[in-house]
């Protein structure tokens, strides 16, 4: 069976997405971009299985977190670094931090467990549903809103003060 | 304190919800108990990430989000394409 022209359209369009998407959960361009290759390639190979009419970009989301996820466990055999989360991205060339308020809220986004992390990305900036980010993560959509609602907390200990005046900055 | 979001439509506007964000130190004041109000979910959201919080996810996601899509990915679709041809 071949893959149709509209599978192939929605992921081209899709791939934007994916890359944030990919960059946010492991907090590096590179390896974003490795992620979302991955991906296409194995949604292509899977194109068969996808029943058209249904969201594309979330099954193309599952397909990313599963193969982050994956990634995670191989390396954990090698070299754990809990500190890598996009600090290694923050002197990236070309990708300079000109927004010094963006690195306090990496740096508090790279404290969160990976649940949480990814939750809040989804639901936070992603604009999953609860819904479509509990299916993406195969959870209940209360364990999804539990999740995003504890990383809530957290962010905002975090950050305290600092996000109220700069979102008065940026608005 | 309760806040709750009446939200219309798209469920991906909703950090631009207008609520105003009175003490973002106290961790806790947005966990209302009202949040696991059942029903109406599709159309009541929590306000579950205040604005600021929400905003700069937003601007560290959008950054990438909107950038050209490099060159690599459509060469890839091409040879992914490609080779299904050769396939049949």
């Known amino acids: 069976m071949s893959v149709p022209n509209q599978f192939r359209e929605d992921l081209l369009e899709a791939i934007p997405s994916l890359r944030a998407f990919g960059y946010s959960l492991c907090g590096n361009a590179t390896r974003a971009d490795d992620l979302v290759q991955e991906t296409m390639v194995k949604a292509w190979a899977n194109a068969a299985s996808f029943q058209p009419g249904t969201n594309q970009r979330a099954w193309l989301f599952t397909i990313l977190r599963n193969e982050f996820y994956s990634q995670m466990r191989k390396k954990k055999r090698e070299v754990e670094d809990p500190d890598g989360y996009f600090e290694a991205s923050l002197f990236e060339k070309g990708r300079q931090e000109s927004h010094l308020e963006l690195q306090d809220m990496k740096r508090a986004l790279a404290t969160l467990p990976d649940d949480q992390r990814e939750a809040i990305i989804l639901v936070g900036a992603s604009g999953m549903s609860y819904e479509e980010a509990a299916n993406i993560c195969d959870v209940a959509t209360g364990t999804m809103k539990s999740r995003v609602s504890r990383a809530r907390s957290r962010l905002e200990e975090l950050l305290g003060d600092t996000s109220t005046e700069l979102s008065q900055a940026v608005g | ?88």
């Open chain 2, 1 to 88: 304190m309760t806040v709750e979001i009446r939200q219309p439509a798209l469920q991906a506007s909703w950090v631009h919800a207008t609520h105003k964000i009175t003490s973002i130190n106290n961790g806790r004041t947005y966990m209302s108990d009202q949040s696991k109000k059942s029903g109406d979910k599709q159309c009541r959201i929590d306000p579950v990430v205040p604005e600021a919080i929400g905003r700069q996810l937003k601007r560290i996601y959008d950054r990438v989000a909107d950038e050209p899509v490099p060159d690599r990915f459509s060469a890839l679709l091409d040879q992914l394409a490609k080779q299904e041809q050769g396939k049949k």
